[in-house]
């Protein structure tokens, strides 16, 4: 079974940055492809950043294109999300989902295993 832990979360002004890491156990990481979505509230959850099995290939929500960058470090078992030039409308809690097939893939339902949430908070 496959465990993820979201932590990096908080309250920040606009324009401000914050890095949300996922910490993965239990499985085979450098296999699968990661995700970071996110959810606010009275809304669906959506994709913000996927990155596959080896880095290679990356995508990005258009809203977010230019602002955050999706990496991960395969001998930590680990993936970031580096969050730059925040905005109000970025708030929202902020799950790492992960693939267990290894192609990156923009589609909640796609993703196996779920992280339980990161909030983060962007005051204008």
């Known amino acids: 079974q496959v465990q993820l832990v979201e932590s990096g979360g908080g309250l920040v002004q606009a324009g401000g940055s914050l890095r949300l890491s996922c910490a993965a156990s239990?499985?085979?990481?450098?296999?699968?492809?990661m995700g970071w979505f996110r959810q606010a509230p009275g809304k669906e959850r959506e994709f913000v950043a996927v990155i596959s099995w080896s880095g290679r290939r990356t995508d990005y929500t258009d809203s977010v294109k230019g602002r955050f960058t999706i990496s991960r470090d395969n001998a930590k078992n680990t993936v970031y999300l580096q969050m730059h030039s925040l905005k109000p409308e970025d708030t929202a809690v902020y799950y790492c989902?992960?693939?267990?097939?290894?192609?990156?893939?923009?589609?909640?339902?796609?993703?196996?295993?779920w992280g339980q949430g990161t909030q983060v908070t962007v005051s204008s």
């Open positions: 989902a992960a693939r267990t097939v290894g192609v990156a893939s923009t589609l909640t339902y796609e993703y196996d295993y």
């Open positions: 239990g499985g085979t990481f450098s296999r699968y492809a």
